[in-house]
């Protein structure tokens, strides 16, 4: 539940005086409680009247508009915002595109090829002269599919953040300040705030009911709870940053923005707990010491959310492509084996057993040369360019669709999407394809259900 994941975290930042009547260690231990609980807390605090008068702010007017008085506001209880998750590099897209099982049978295949060319009997001049172009030809094959890969990736990574930065920036909420109803950035949003929040909302911020009128929301993202919870100003008056209003209407009064609200501490505490967990594998696990909210446990209990996947997610046909592939290489491993096993066989038998000729150092320059042989079978059957169809097909797919002002950020999306047999619904009423069909006529007097 939140309320085990709230108490088991750190605190991020509690100043040591505040202007305030209340800290903001005080505001984040209040949004804990709910129901009745949280009900009596706030009256514990002096109601709701008591509380507006610590953060200087009114239930009927809101805030006083003063800029140094809202920067003092947002240094000392934080501004409504998540730090981003650091965007991954092109190098680091490099990487990640080169773990594909395929090209790694590739780089391994060319590395090969160009490390027994140098091998190769003094005598045979002219493969000695051509025979590096395979493993070169192989190399280039896998640098054009690793380039393009991460090019697209970092390409529609800068668009969907430059995209998202133009949704946060535009996203604005009613909040009263001076008396009066204004819509301001949901980033702009301070501790203090009066906001009005209706059916369709998504609440930016914690915060305490003080109107409400049939208020019911889904708590659902944060507790897990399927059932709208009504509330009451008596009776439950936590509002969760990230829930979502589906009936009612009402105005709420914000405790909590940003890292200190509900969501934001739950986020902070899955990378906090991930990054430690990495930290002390580094530092032999020593403890580094950490503020706790209450006494009911510490950030050790919690269990770690999952590492991330270092492949690639792929669709469904790249997946078939991959393994079709190492099949193939199977394959060929098993025909280069045997090739050189029946050249050595054949060498053996003549050199050996019919000619009675004995043995001489020279005869290495065979085996090299059969093994090379083996070796040039191995790398052929590998099918090169089958990545780099699948890749590139997929690009210019992206690319046409960004033409329509569609973005895709993966590129197995094209597939999937193009596979969808079967769109299911909740829409009420109808869905159209904006195309009109003739499924009966009625011509001449003659009604037919039969249309050719």
């Excluded at 109601?47 to 239930?59: A, I, N, R």
């Excluded at 990487?95 to 091998?119: G, H, K, P």
């Excluded at 969501?263 to 950490?290: N, Q, S, T």
């Excluded at 770690?304 to 996947?309: G, Q, R, T, V, Y």
Aim: proline share 4%; with cysteine.
């Amino acid at each position: 539940m939140v309320e085990i994941f709230i108490r088991n975290t750190t605190m991020l930042r509690t100043p040591v005086q505040t202007p305030y009547g209340v800290t903001l260690k005080e505001l984040r231990e209040l949004m804990v409680f709910r129901g009745r609980e949280g009900a009596a807390k706030i009256e514990v605090m002096g109601g709701l009247h008591g509380l507006c008068e610590k953060l200087t702010s009114s239930v009927t007017r809101g805030l006083t508009v003063d800029t140094k008085e809202f920067k003092l506001r947002r240094d000392t209880f934080g501004q409504n915002r998540i730090p981003k998750v650091a965007p991954k590099s092109f190098l680091r897209l490099v990487w990640e595109a080169l773990l594909d099982s395929t090209l790694i049978i590739l780089v391994s295949a060319a590395i090969i090829s160009l490390t027994l060319n140098q091998l190769k009997p003094m005598e045979d001049e002219e493969e000695e002269t051509h025979g590096w172009i395979e493993g070169v030809a192989i190399l280039v094959s896998v640098l054009v599919v690793v380039l393009v890969t991460a090019f697209n990736d970092f390409t529609k990574e800068r668009q969907f953040r430059s995209l998202q930065n133009r949704i946060d920036c535009e996203q604005q909420f009613p909040v009263i300040r001076d008396g009066e109803t204004s819509h301001i950035p949901v980033t702009e949003i301070l501790v203090g705030d009066v906001c009005q929040v209706k059916y369709g909302d998504v609440i930016p911020a914690d915060g305490v009911l003080i109107q409400s009128s049939d208020l019911k929301v889904d708590e659902s993202s944060l507790t897990g709870e399927s059932d709208y919870v009504k509330k009451k100003v008596y009776h439950d008056p936590m509002l969760l940053s990230g829930t979502n209003v589906m009936e009612g209407s009402g105005k709420m009064m914000v405790t909590a923005v940003g890292v200190n609200s509900q969501a934001g501490i739950i986020f902070m505490l899955l990378g906090a707990v991930a990054e430690k967990k990495k930290h002390m594998k580094k530092k032999d696990r020593i403890k580094k010491p950490a503020v706790a909210l209450d006494d009911a446990g510490t950030d050790d209990d919690i269990e770690a959310p999952p590492p991330e996947s270092r492949m690639k997610r792929k669709s469904v046909l790249q997946g078939k492509l991959t393994k079709l592939a190492v099949q193939i290489g199977y394959i060929g491993s098993a025909v280069a084996i045997l090739t050189v096993v029946m050249l050595v066989l054949r060498f053996c038998i003549n050199e050996f057993w019919l000619a009675q000729k004995p043995w001489h150092d020279s005869y290495y320059n065979y085996f090299i040369h059969y093994f090379i042989i083996g070796v040039t079978v191995l790398v052929v059957a590998v099918p090169e360019g089958l990545p780099l169809a699948v890749t590139i097909s997929l690009a210019y797919s992206v690319k046409k669709m960004m033409k329509d002002n569609n973005l895709v950020r993966h590129l197995d999306a094209c597939e999937t999407m193009g596979n969808a047999t079967i769109i299911c619904s909740d829409k009420t009423g109808t869905l159209t394809t904006n195309r009109m069909t003739v499924v009966q006529t009625y011509i001449y007097d003659e009604f037919s259900k039969v249309v050719t």
